[in-house]
């Protein structure tokens, strides 16, 4: 723990933290032609969201391409409206800007209970990125920021951990008992951040910094960095499990980010997250019995559970820009290993990955399904979810690796996917998520109902700004929060 408490000692007495991006990084050729490409895919997908369900989402038939279902605020507009904004598409973003003041945030369209987590995430996020990105003097477009963040608030309800769901009419949360998830809890600082910064109020930092605080410094982790999954509203953990994968994912992610978007200032983000990372590689990282990949392992009563989920791919990403930030080489190589052991599971039928997979570990046994041991052997992992739900992690850390190594792999790993991504998931309109990776035929059969609004917000950003001239949304002047919204480190 001395290293760690050095780096974050040193960093709060105001050392430089280092640069993520390599410097005097150059595209290749091919990069101009698959960025356009990238564009038309984005404008193809976008352009059939606004055509059949523009700001009707839920009310959208079910048809395949074009329907999300969060609360009928048009999740689409606003999750596009950063990307938008960087893909140089003055006319569409306009009007995203326009319809993203607009809505009304003091009734749900829906009967459904408002998601916590997904609203500050896809809304209120996308919301104060766009405001940072056209030079925070939009104040329409803060004003309604500020509507939608005082209905969040209400999610705290006097306690240290925001509830998971609040029916927005009543503005009342909606407790169904029990635990919240870290992710659920605890992805949402840099928002609140964001939102008291530019509104003056400081009671949105200081209930974000209640539950983050309060979780990071948990006496009872399962292993040191590492509380619980489960969370009480007083922040004590619940259950016993552990991963970097859904449910946890954010709460590691906002560790480091929010401790970058503050410069470090407080030494207490940077070293948790390094002390997460380190418990990680004691008990989590696996490397694989053929064909040497590591992958982070999930445990729940003490038990491994030897495999991974496409969301846990994040962490590539993250560990290369804290290996970056913090001068920590070691976490900076895992990294780019994590990265690419998640890269070759796109080695499927389609050219996409699966949703989850397992492998057998290099220092316990575990069992290959007979059917699956010669794909095994080959690949270093096996199936075991075989869908592709449009998730960006996998293209998020690739973009990492190119934006820190200049390693043209990378470069040719995100050309593969967005062909795969336009001969696989187009259909009768825009585009839809893939039920099995495996298939190597384009079948309508094979594709799901609802398209993510994060396909707009993350898939398509980290694919564009892949070929991107690497000074455009450089990451050293940003900061991706964890549905892609860019965000200025100026606190
Ligand atoms: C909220 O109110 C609207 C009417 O304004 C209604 O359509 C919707 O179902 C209500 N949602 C909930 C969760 O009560
Ligand atoms: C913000 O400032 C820019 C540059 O001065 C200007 O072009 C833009 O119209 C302003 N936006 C608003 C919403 O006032
Ligand atoms: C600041 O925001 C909180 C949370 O929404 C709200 O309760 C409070 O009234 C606000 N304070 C001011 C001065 O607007
Ligand atoms: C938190 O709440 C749980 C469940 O009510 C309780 O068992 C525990 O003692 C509380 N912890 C603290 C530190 O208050
Ligand atoms: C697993 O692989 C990583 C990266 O190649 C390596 O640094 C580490 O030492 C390996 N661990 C074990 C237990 O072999
Ligand atoms: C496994 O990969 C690591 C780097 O990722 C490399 O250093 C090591 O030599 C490889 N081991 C084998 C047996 O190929
Ligand atoms: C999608 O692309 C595949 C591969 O190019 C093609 O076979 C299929 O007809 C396309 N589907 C639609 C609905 O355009």
Not at 197 to 208: F, K, P, R
Not at 266 to 276: E, Q, R
Not at 453 to 472: G, I, Q
Request: with cysteine; glycine share 10%.
């Amino acid at each position: 723990m001395l290293a760690t408490s050095t780096i974050a000692l040193a960093l709060a007495l105001g050392a430089q933290s280092a640069n993520v991006q390599k410097s005097g990084l150059t595209l290749p050729a091919s990069a101009a032609a698959n960025k356009e490409l990238v564009h038309q895919t984005f404008l193809t997908g976008y352009n059939a969201y606004r055509q059949f369900a523009f700001g009707h989402d839920d009310l959208a038939p079910k048809t395949r391409g074009f329907t999300d279902p969060r609360n009928g605020w048009g999740a689409s507009i606003f999750d596009a409206m950063p990307t938008l904004n960087i893909m140089g598409e003055t006319t569409l973003f306009n009007e995203a800007v326009t319809f993203a003041r607009g809505v009304d945030f003091s009734h749900t369209k829906t009967t459904d209970g408002v998601s916590f987590f997904e609203t500050t995430i896809r809304y209120l996020g996308s919301m104060l990125s766009a405001y940072e990105l056209t030079g925070r003097n939009d104040t329409a477009l803060l004003a309604n920021a500020k509507r939608l963040g005082d209905k969040l608030a209400v999610g705290w309800a006097g306690q240290k951990v925001p509830v998971g769901t609040i029916n927005f009419n009543t503005s009342t949360p909606v407790v169904n008992g029990g635990a919240n998830s870290l992710a659920g809890a605890a992805s949402n600082i840099m928002e609140f951040a964001k939102l008291a910064q530019y509104t003056g109020n400081q009671t949105y930092i200081q209930l974000a910094d209640t539950t983050m605080r309060t979780i990071a410094t948990n006496p009872n982790t399962i292993f040191p960095g590492l509380p619980p999954q489960g969370v009480l509203p007083n922040g004590t953990g619940s259950g016993t499990q552990v991963s970097w994968d859904g449910g946890y994912d954010s709460y590691l992610e906002y560790l480091l980010k929010y401790g970058r978007i503050t410069n470090f200032k407080d030494p207490l983000w940077a070293s948790t997250w390094l002390t997460a990372v380190e418990s990680s590689i004691t008990n989590l990282l696996k490397n694989t019995t053929a064909q040497n990949r590591t992958y982070l392992t999930s445990m729940s009563g003490g038990i491994h559970n030897y495999g991974m989920g496409d969301l846990a791919c994040f962490a590539g990403g993250n560990w290369i820009m804290g290996g970056k930030l913090l001068n920590r080489d070691d976490i900076f190589q895992l990294g780019l290993k994590i990265t690419d052991s998640c890269m070759a599971t796109y080695a499927t039928g389609s050219g996409l990955g699966p949703g989850g997979w397992g492998f057998a570990p290099t220092d316990a046994g575990a069992s290959i399904p007979v059917a699956q041991q010669a794909f095994y052997n080959q690949h270093g992992f096996f199936i075991t979810s075989t869908d592709y739900d449009v998730r960006p992690e996998v293209f998020e850390s690739a973009f990492y690796a190119w934006r820190a190594t200049g390693d043209t792999k990378y470069q040719d790993f995100a050309a593969s996917g967005i062909r795969a991504i336009r001969s696989f998931l187009n259909s009768t309109v825009g585009y839809a998520p893939l039920n099995d990776v495996t298939q190597s035929v384009w079948s309508l059969n094979n594709q799901g109902n609802d398209l993510e609004s994060f396909f707009f917000a993350e898939v398509m950003k980290y694919l564009y700004l892949m070929f991107d001239d690497p000074s455009h949304i450089s990451l050293d002047e940003w900061v991706f929060t964890t549905e892609c919204h860019p965000m200025l480190p100026n606190l």
